[in-house]
């Protein structure tokens, strides 16, 4: 039997995890730098917690939901996002209690799950950074958080960066739109793809995120929701709007933006980039004022968004920006004989306690096949011991560049290795 890894996951290693532990110690630099605290939730909950939060007509509970009957008999889903858990958390965990600061500011990252076509940067176990902050609704903590993602972009060294921005307004304003958009689409309706045409039934807002030709074309005339706001809906979204430009924050809108959840409301967003003309999504989110009392805990606004990894990673090597900073090994010990590999163990664990990145050999190989194994790794100095560096108590320090030794009593190398290491180097850089 050839065991292989499933279908649309990934093994992760070499600069490919590198670089993901790079952008994980990047968001949690940046988050916490907004007071942002880290949450972790389980990888799999009920299935009624997604399929309520993301609409049961969601293509996520239709089509890509992984779920499955326990051995208790309990419905249970991987989880396709991260929003709904944590909303989850935040009633269970009764962080909405008086003596807890408001707003809760938290951050997550890890896997999720949704079964859809594999594709570059769309897997079926794939991660995702994420932001949530519960308790409060006014216009400058929509404009924080998007700050917050800019400047986690900006960080990464990725370039073009611009919003796109759009209000799904308020339950009344959504609901006149809902009826304008019907009226609209229901001339067409044997004109609209198969998706659109089970949208129209379900969830007529949906069809706006088609990306099938002949909706986009019907799409060109469609009303837009901002015709229908309410008064509150349309001021909200002005203050969101005025504070961006106050910041001098790039974006523009966009009437076709209305992301794929149902817990939307008012302020929606997506943050792109442009590679090649082209403009890519970085990340989405938006407010969701509802999905706190929708879970049966109290009223609680909430603002956040959601960051693919895989796909952050093929964008930032598309722009030909590099996060991975392997440096190698500073050293690697050349071991000669059974006397010398006891004192190698015993140096090696001493330069560790030290902080120094070092390793040695393991496989009694001649001393060549041990240097070029140095320099595979990129070790800067290479430290041979054998019998006669044991007799003399003096180890042979060789700098990889140059190939330059120097021999140093292995009493020295045990006190202050650090110090060593840098005036070696000064001296070869020298």
Request: glycine residues 6%; charged residues 30%; hydrophobic residues 40%.
């Amino acid at each position: 039997m050839k065991l292989q890894k499933p279908k649309g996951t990934q093994d992760r290693l070499g600069r490919d995890i590198e670089t993901y532990s790079e952008l994980i110690s990047l968001a949690r630099s940046t988050f916490e730098g907004y007071n942002f605290k880290e949450i972790e939730t389980p990888l799999f909950e009920s299935y009624e917690l997604f399929s309520r939060a993301t609409g049961e007509t969601s293509d996520i509970v239709t089509k890509e939901m992984y779920d499955f009957e326990d051995k208790g008999g309990r419905h249970i889903a991987l989880r396709p996002e991260g929003t709904a858990s944590v909303v989850r958390a935040y009633i269970e965990n009764k962080l909405y209690a008086p003596e807890i600061q408001k707003p809760v500011k938290l951050w997550y990252h890890g896997p999720m799950f949704r079964y859809e076509r594999p594709q570059a940067g769309r897997l079926r176990e794939f991660h995702q950074i994420g932001v949530e902050c519960l308790g409060a609704k006014n216009p400058a903590i929509d404009v924080e958080v998007m700050l917050m993602a800019y400047d986690f972009f900006e960080f990464t060294g990725l370039r073009h960066l611009k919003f796109h921005l759009n209000t799904l307004g308020d339950a009344a304003s959504r609901k006149a739109y809902h009826q304008a958009l019907v009226d609209y689409l229901t001339p067409y309706e044997n004109e609209l793809s198969e998706d659109s045409k089970r949208r129209l039934l379900e969830n007529p807002l949906r069809i706006l995120d088609s990306k099938e030709a002949q909706d986009i074309a019907i799409l060109e005339n469609a009303p837009s929701v901002q015709e229908y706001l309410s008064q509150e809906s349309a001021a909200y979204f002005t203050a969101v709007r005025e504070m961006l430009e106050a910041l001098e924050i790039d974006y523009e809108l966009d009437a076709k933006l209305v992301r794929g959840l149902d817990y939307y409301n008012d302020t929606v967003f997506e943050l792109m980039t442009t590679i090649d003309g082209k403009e890519l999504t970085l990340c989405g989110g938006g407010r969701y004022d509802g999905l706190v009392s929708y879970f049966d805990g109290p009223e609680t606004p909430g603002f956040g968004f959601a960051i693919g990894v895989e796909r952050l990673q093929l964008l930032l090597e598309q722009q030909e920006v590099s996060l991975s900073h392997d440096a190698g090994l500073q050293v690697y010990m050349a071991v000669l004989g059974e006397r010398a590999s006891y004192e190698a163990s015993k140096l090696l664990y001493a330069l560790r306690r030290e902080g120094i990145v070092a390793d040695r050999d393991y496989l009694n190989r001649k001393i060549v096949a041990q240097y070029k194994s140095a320099e595979s790794y990129g070790a800067e100095l290479i430290i041979t011991l054998g019998d006669a560096e044991m007799a003399s108590k003096i180890a042979k320090v060789r700098v990889v560049a140059t190939r330059k030794e120097v021999e140093i009593p292995l009493a020295e190398l045990y006190d202050n290795f650090a110090e060593i290491y840098m005036e070696i180097l000064e001296e070869n850089e020298g």
